[in-house]
Antibody, heavy 121, light 108 residues
Framework: EVQLLESGGGLVQPGGSLRLSCAAA????????MSWVRQAPGKGLEWVSG????????FSGDSVEGRFIISRDNFKNTLYLRLNSLRPEDTAVYYC??????????????WGQGTLVTVSS | EIVLTQSPGTLSLSPGERATLSCRAS???????LAWYQQKPGQAPRLLIY???SRATGIADRISGSGSGTDFTLTINRLEPEDFAVYYC?????????FGGGTKVEIK
């Protein structure tokens, strides 16, 4: 059974940083790309970033380019998202999602339950 | 980036009826890399359709996707109580990947 468990969310001040983690189990982690998708309160889905199975290719959305960094540790079966220079508009539930293939730019067939990031002073 | 426009914003239907949801792209979606997701309140999204028309694992055959290029459709036949939710389309043919704004299917 595929399991994705996010952690690391919380309250942070504008301009601050945070690192999200996603522990994966139930599949061969290095064979699949992974993504982060966020959802602001009461709003729709926004793709944030994706990474290929071996970590060699990464992709990011325009609104987070240069501020958020996606990475992975295939030995620890863990996906990360480093959030820098946070803004109030980054407040959202952040979902970790498994890609349907090795590519970091793909649809997502399994999702975690999400971790809430709140940016406020 | 490719902008996806979903319509209608809200669909009010009764159980047993057919739901037809539209997703229109601002540019042609490469290789028909178009997915549909269902999301219920307080839950993570669930993949329904990928490649515009292929059902994901465990998805009922009364749910189907069609379309190509810039116009895509999700059809749900014989609506069941569990189908009332918000539906999103997503293109994954070109980075940045993008989602539509969603269509809410509510009980009439």
């Amino acid at each position: 059974e595929v399991q994705l468990l996010e952690s690391g969310g919380g309250l942070v001040q504008p301009g601050g940083s945070l690192r999200l983690s996603c522990a994966a189990a139930g599949f061969t982690f290095s064979d699949y790309g992974m993504s982060w998708v966020r959802q602001a309160p009461g709003k729709g889905l926004e793709w944030v970033s994706g990474i290929s199975g071996n970590g060699g290719s990464t992709f990011s959305g325009d609104s987070v380019e240069g501020r958020f960094i996606i990475s992975r540790d295939n030995f620890k079966n863990t996906l990360y998202l480093r959030l820098n220079s946070l803004r109030p508009e980054d407040t959202a539930v952040y979902y970790c999602a498994k890609g349907a293939s090795f590519s970091g730019a793909n649809c997502n067939d399994y999702w975690g339950q999400g971790t809430l990031v709140t940016v406020s002073s | 980036e490719i902008v996806l426009t979903q319509s209608p914003g809200t669909l009010s239907l009764s159980p047993g009826e057919r739901a037809t949801l539209s997703c229109r792209a601002s540019q042609s979606v490469s290789s028909n890399y178009l997915a549909w997701y269902q999301q219920k309140p307080g839950q993570a999204p669930r993949l329904l359709i990928y490649g515009a028309s292929s059902r994901a694992t465990g998805i009922a055959d009364r749910i189907s996707g069609s379309g190509s290029g810039t116009d895509f459709t999700l059809t749900i036949n014989r609506l069941e109580p569990e189908d009332f939710a918000v539906y999103y389309c997503q293109q994954y043919g070109r980075s940045p990947l993008t989602f539509g704004g969603g269509t809410k299917v509510e009980i009439k």
